[in-house]
């Protein structure tokens, strides 16, 4: 059984081993300072499309409008 010993009596090295085994880990955080982007400010690396669309909502209100009105044909 290893006796106590105060901080102070320990040698350097056993003072920075203890200090390593006290020091937690970031856990995956990142210690850098983040920006908000600005969202007013004109991208240009951003797509002035929208992917995310498919375009989907514009055939579903047409074929909706055709149903409603009776000159409208095959649909």
């Known amino acids: 059984m290893t006796k106590f010993l105060t901080r102070e009596k320990m040698g350097k090295r056993k003072r920075r081993a203890l200090d390593r085994t006290k020091h937690g880990s970031w856990e995956g955080v990142i210690p850098v300072t983040r920006t908000i982007e600005n969202k007013k400010r004109y991208n240009r690396k951003k797509s002035p499309h929208r992917y ?5 909502g514009i055939f579903i209100q047409s074929a909706y ?3 409603s009105r009776s ?5």
């Not at 995310?52 to 989907?56: I, Y």
């Not at 000159?71 to 649909?75: A, P």
């Open 52 to 56: 995310d669309d498919d375009g989907a």
């Open 71 to 75: 000159s409208c044909g095959s649909l």
């Open 65 to 67: 409008h055709c149903r």
